[in-house]
């Protein structure tokens, strides 16, 4: 059971590049999220899902965009890298049923924009 | 949206000590979960507690939700559980997100 499973898990990207991050999820989660977490810092909602088809805006979802095509993946793309997004960032998942809102995490991706 | 506060915000303890991290939140909710981020940056569920109390080894999770706080017992402690302990509380209705405390930054010292 490999629960939720990000990749890449670091990429060095020059400023104005892009790239997209893929999170997937075998745990027929119907939300998804994705966070970022800087030095000293907490987890800060980028964009999230509440189902196939859906994304919405968390707290600082400027500079990036989401798709959610299938159930399972949680596509996470920077369009024009710029240094101010070097950071971890971390996708979860939840189910609204089973145990309501209990979160899983990936283990992270380590964005560096030069 | 709801607060979340923790403390304190760092804690150095001797191997072997006993420790207590609070979260206090400032709405009622229906959720509440304590992760342990491991110097590697992996993010462990430790407690899913939206009240009650439960142990998991030589942790133990305490959440009071008439009085909106919950407790994280450390026993024992060692130097594997050093990291940064985050609390983390969801209301539903609030299309469920999590908010998360800032965290309490624990080294355990050999």
């Known amino acids: 059971n490999a629960g939720v499973t990000q990749t890449p898990k670091f990429r060095v990207l020059k400023t104005g590049q892009s790239m997209t991050l893929l999170c997937a999820q075998d745990?027929?989660?119907?939300?998804m999220y994705w966070y970022r977490q800087d030095p000293g810092m907490g987890l800060r909602l980028i964009h999230y899902s509440v189902g196939e088809g859906t994304t919405a805006k968390g707290e600082v979802p400027d500079g990036y965009n989401v798709s959610r095509l299938k159930k399972q993946n949680f596509l996470l793309g920077l369009e024009s890298a710029a240094p101010s997004q070097t950071s971890v960032y971390f996708c979860?998942?939840?189910?609204?049923?089973?145990?309501?809102?209990?979160?899983?995490f990936g283990e992270g991706s380590r964005l560096t924009v030069l | 949206g709801i607060q979340v506060e923790q403390s304190p915000p760092d804690l150095i303890l001797q191997e072997g000590a006993n420790s207590t991290l609070r979260c206090n939140f400032s709405?009622?909710?229906?959720?509440l979960q304590w992760f342990h981020q491991n110097p590697w940056g992996q993010l462990i569920n430790l407690f899913y507690?939206?009240?009650g109390t439960k142990q998991n080894g030589r942790l133990s999770a305490t959440t009071v939700a008439t009085e909106r706080y919950s407790l994280l017992y450390i026993s024992s402690s060692q130097t594997t559980d050093s990291g940064v302990y985050f609390c983390?509380?969801?209301?539903?209705?609030?299309?469920?997100?999590?908010?998360f405390g800032a965290g309490t930054t624990v080294t355990v010292r050999a």
């Open positions: 983390a509380v969801l209301l539903l209705g609030y299309d469920y997100k999590l908010s």
């Open positions: 745990m027929n989660h119907e939300y």
């Open positions: 709405d009622s909710v229906n959720n």
């Open positions: 507690i939206p009240s």
């Open positions: 979860a998942s939840t189910s609204t049923s089973v145990v309501p809102g209990e979160l899983f």
